[in-house]
């Protein structure tokens, strides 16, 4: 994945944020814009909005600098809650990320168990159809008529089936995910520069929402940033005494002021 993201200028500078970036509309990928006689990257912008337009989405443009800051800073601060207080922003990340797969886990279940009775009751007609065949009850023909559609259903049910299974078991490696979390930010406390190893290694993907401007004219726009096993994490979800005194502006998430 890590090579598959590099992108080198022609003085063979590697882009370190290549691949990372998406829209937060459209999914697609933000492409970078480099700047030839300043020989620097200048920004990132929606691909679906530079190849088509404002009918299919907006630009969603972040400067190169600002995306460098906001993720460089939320990089040091998870780091910093580990090293202050880590067992209790252990054990935050487990609730929040319990919280929300609980829910998840138990959508989960119901549509297995409506799966597997549905199964059960494919094959309960299929027996029934072909005993009936058997006992010459219906033609060879009707039989071949209706049992494909019947078995084209039941191999549907089968690869939702096993994909509810994995999600389910998937949801109970939370704590697994959050230990393997730990170690790996931890190290990045003391972060003066980011580079595509430490981004490659850290972040899953980096999601940039369109500009808002408030009634005084400020611009803001959030930015959310998902991580490697733990994906993302509202700031304001961290938010405890043992760790207000380590960085106070946790209380709101990744958010770049514009002007």
Not at 63 to 90: C, H, M, P, Q, S
Not at 149 to 158: F, G, K, P, T, W
Not at 232 to 252: G, K, Q, R, T
Request: glycine share 4%.
């Amino acid at each position: 994945m890590m090579k598959a993201r590099r992108r080198e200028t022609g003085s063979h500078e590697v882009q370190p944020f290549a691949g990372l970036v998406k829209c937060a509309d459209c999914s697609s990928s933000l492409n970078l814009s480099y700047d030839g006689k300043r020989g620097r990257y200048t920004g990132c912008s929606c691909w679906v909005y530079k190849n088509y337009g404002k009918s299919r989405c907006t630009s969603h443009t972040i400067g190169r600098k600002t995306l460098n800051t906001l993720v460089l800073e939320d990089i040091r601060r998870n780091a910093r809650w580990t090293a202050v207080a880590e067992r209790d922003y252990a054990q935050m990340l487990l609730d929040a990320k319990q919280a929300q797969q609980r829910q998840d886990t138990e959508r989960q279940r119901r549509e297995l168990r409506r799966v597997e009775k549905r199964l059960g009751e494919l094959e309960k007609v299929s027996n029934k159809l072909y005993e009936d065949r058997a006992l010459e009850k219906i033609t060879e023909e009707r039989y071949q008529s209706m049992m494909p559609d019947y078995e084209q259903e039941r191999a549907a049910l089968l690869e939702t089936q096993k994909a509810l299974a994995e999600a389910i078991s998937a949801s109970e490696q939370v704590y697994d995910d959050v230990e393997a979390f730990l170690p790996l930010v931890r190290q990045y406390t003391d972060l003066q520069e980011l580079n595509a190893r430490i981004l490659n290694e850290l972040i899953e993907k980096i999601v940039v929402h369109e500009k808002e401007r408030s009634e005084d004219g400020t611009v803001t726009q959030q930015v959310d940033i998902y991580y490697k096993f733990i994906g993302y994490i509202d700031p304001a979800v961290m938010m405890d005494e043992a760790l207000s005194s380590a960085d106070s502006s946790n209380s709101a998430k990744p958010v770049a002021i514009i002007a």
